[in-house]
């Protein structure tokens, strides 16, 4: 239904609802809070402490200062608490308030909590006179991602007009799977999820919504699978002589995981059926050299091969290592770069070199499943870090060749239920062990305070030869502040460092090319402290950095935190993990804690999964992985573990479903399909 058919909304809402991807009515209902801003009691001054956001209590000390800044009229004042402390509050843009806010009167204020050196003020808050406030307490209002134009009120009164003029969500679950698992109905989860009354009706809401998700999800996965069939391989690969020999000359042995991981590549790659594997090992358990070898097996049978990266980053350092490997080796192996930031011509070369079959290995990024790209004899195609590559892109590739051997790798644990669906084609090697010769990292959650001792730390390491990485959370609504943040982070190091230790700073707006630079930069030694958003979490191997400072640690998830810190410990040198978290609260030490005491991947999913639970999701989501909307696959896997038992059971039939249901169910997919595949990068 077209979103002007709603009372009220015009040309222009539509326009502006467009420009967050709600273009039906029925998007709008599925547009969901990103969060819920819970009213707590009111505190005084005393108690802001770290908070973001607070409600006080006060009165407003004298009349409200205007003055302009350019085009800015900023209206300052001063409240007074209960027990005589006072704090500056400002709002923007409202000289009206000057009239109705005048001294003397008590109001709560709510609003943010701005810090500037050691000044805080409470900036634009809301004001309710004392009784008003009341009714709010505890309440939960919901917050939406926003653009220019839009507002939190607009979608809620837009959706809440939807509701009154009776649009409905056709209701596609049976009867009895609801009573079974708990459900409630569809509208009434969506209602309650746009308006929820209190915190238990909210999780009923949201169980029922991301069961749906998952539900959705995997079906359609489910008969994706389905249609295809193992296809036997036109490629049956043996072990090259050559590759054995490379394998003797590496400075290293393979870990006994390596080798096992490795024989069943080569099992897979000599059978008769096309090899459908996924290789899940911790961060720096050495999954590389091992596509390595699978790759170098194949092309000295005479065929191509492709390693597929997630990022440009990731592309170059994979293309720079493997053919530094193979100068050093002596491997007559001919290898191509192909990525999206490559000039049109160099593209035209790399395409012709990889027609032609003068390409043997095609190392890149997305640019590798580009329609112009042909490929010669493609026998095998990795993909790194697969959490990032869609099943689609996956196919998307399989179909450069002729069927193409498969082998993924991913350091992410992901939950047994999801795996059994999504990797349900795939056979699974576990790499459990690191090389031997890594020390384990040594851990550190600390405050702020510890900054100093850690520059310091930092620059002793540095004398030594050795390097540094400090990231900066990145917060998905103020990009532009964060980026910021690393640039003035970095210059404040440059000055309290001694000139000798060279500082840079990375972020992923910058361009391509430049990124490219710095991180070879780093990787030569050139440069002894990285400062840098998360652009360096996925798969980035620079052996001699042996410190990990990650600041505002709190705002991560344990998993990206994990990621943070593989990579460092690459090398033989002890390395060192410092978690600098800006927050005191007990529950943001003890999960950190976690990671203090673990440096085990799948135990520390685990762990977080049990402190969490699964009904806390007003955490942090997963950067990276699959967008849901709504669910989260970490933390709602016991959803996932219900979805794929219905699942099972509708295949089982043993909910006996009437036509019409089938028929609203199959029409529920359909519009999925079409709406959100895309958008779900799968
Ligand atoms: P990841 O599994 O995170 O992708 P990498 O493949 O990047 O890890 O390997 C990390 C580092 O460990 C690389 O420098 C690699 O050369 C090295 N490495 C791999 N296997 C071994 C081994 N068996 N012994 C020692 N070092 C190894
Ligand atoms: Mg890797």
């Known amino acids: 239904m077209q979103l002007t058919q709603l009372k009220g909304v015009g040309e222009k809402t539509r326009e502006l609802f467009e420009k967050l991807g709600i273009h039906t009515v029925e998007d709008l209902l599925t547009y969901y809070p990103r969060d819920y801003d819970e009213y707590q009691p009111p505190i005084t001054i005393g108690e802001i402490d770290n908070k973001i956001v607070a409600a006080i209590e006060g009165v407003i000390v004298k009349k409200l200062d205007i003055q302009r800044k350019g085009k800015l009229q900023v ?13 500056p509050v400002t709002w923007f843009n409202m000289p009206f308030l000057r009239q109705t806010l005048q001294p003397g009167f008590r109001y709560v204020f709510r609003g943010r909590l701005k810090r500037m050196g050691n000044e805080i003020q409470l900036q634009q808050p809301e004001t309710f006179p ?4 009341e009714e709010k307490l505890l309440s939960m209002q919901p917050v939406y991602s926003l653009t220019k134009g839009v507002t939190n009120h607009l979608i809620q009164k837009c959706i809440r007009t939807a509701l009154e003029q009776g649009i409905v969500l056709d209701e596609f679950l049976p009867v009895h799977i609801r009573q079974n698992y708990n459900l409630i109905g569809r509208m009434e989860a969506v209602e309650m999820l746009h308006f929820p009354k209190d915190r238990d009706g909210l999780h009923r809401a949201r169980h029922r919504l991301v069961f749906d998700e998952f539900f959705l999800f995997l079906y359609t996965l489910q008969t994706m699978k389905e249609s295809g069939v193992t296809a036997k391989s036109p490629y049956v690969i043996v072990p090259a002589k050559q590759t054995e020999e ?3 000359k590496l400075p290293f042995e393979l870990t006994r995981g390596q080798q096992k991981a490795l024989s069943q590549i080569r099992s897979d790659l000599g059978s008769a059926n096309v090899m459908n594997r996924l290789i899940q090992g ?10 390595v070898l699978a790759l170098m097996d194949v092309i000295f049978a005479g065929y191509q091969g492709a390693l597929m990266a997630p990022t440009e980053v990731l592309a170059r350092q994979h293309y720079i290592s493997i053919k530094e490997m193979f100068d050093e080796y002596n491997v007559p192996i001919q290898i191509q770069l192909l990525t999206g930031s490559m000039t049109a011509k160099e593209k035209r070369m790399a395409y012709e070199e990889i027609e032609q079959g003068r390409a043997q290995l095609i190392v890149g990024t997305h640019a590798l499943i580009q329609e112009k790209v042909i490929y010669q004899n493609l026998a095998l195609v990795v993909t790194d870090e697969q959490h990032r590559f869609g099943v689609r892109q996956r196919e998307n590739l399989a179909q450069k060749g002729n069927s193409p051997h498969i082998m993924v790798m991913s350091a992410t644990p992901i939950p047994r239920s999801l795996a059994i669906v999504l990797y349900g084609d795939l056979d699974v090697s576990v790499i459990r062990e690191l090389p031997a010769n890594r020390l384990p990292i040594k851990n550190c959650v600390v405050d702020t305070s510890f900054r100093p001792n850690a520059y310091q730390f930092i620059t002793k390491q540095a004398a030594q030869g050795h390097q540094a990485y400090i990231i900066c959370p990145m917060v998905e609504e103020n990009e532009e502040l964060d980026i910021e943040n690393v640039i003035d982070y970095a210059k404040m190091l440059e000055e309290q460092l001694p000139s000798t230790v060279r500082v840079q700073y990375l972020h992923g ?17 050139e440069i002894q402290v ?6 360096v979490e996925v798969g980035v191997n620079v052996p001699n950095a042996t410190v990990m400072m990650v600041e505002n640690a709190e705002r991560f998830g344990l998993a990206g935190l994990h990621q943070l810190r593989g990579r460092v410990g690459r090398g033989s040198a002890q390395s060192y993990c410092i978690f600098v978290s800006g927050s005191k609260k007990k529950e943001t030490m003890d999960r950190l804690e976690i990671l203090n005491h673990s440096n085990d991947g799948f135990e520390i999913a685990r762990e977080d999964l049990k402190l969490r639970g699964p009904g806390d999701f007003f955490g942090m989501r997963q950067s990276g992985d699959m967008d849901f909307r709504i669910g989260n696959i970490y933390t709602d896997a016991d959803v996932l573990g219900e979805v794929s038992q219905v699942l099972k059971e509708l295949k089982e039939d043993k909910w006996d479903i009437e036509e019409g249901q089938w028929q609203v169910l199959h029409a529920v997919l359909e519009q999925y399909q079409k709406n959100s595949l895309e958008k779900l990068n799968i």
Not at 75 to 87: A, P, Q, V, Y
Not at 509 to 520: S, V
């Open 246 to 248: 490379f394998q003797r």
């Open 75 to 87: 209206i300052k004042g001063l409240i007074r608490d209960n027990r005589g402390e006072t704090l």
């Open 530 to 535: 990285l400062v840098s958003t998360t652009v």
């Open 130 to 133: 004392l009784g008003k406030y």
């Open 509 to 525: 707006k910058m361009k391509n090319d430049l990124k490219n630079q710095i991180m070879e930069d780093f990787a030569r030694g």
């Open 282 to 291: 911790d961060v720096g358990s050495g999954k590389t050299i091992l596509s």
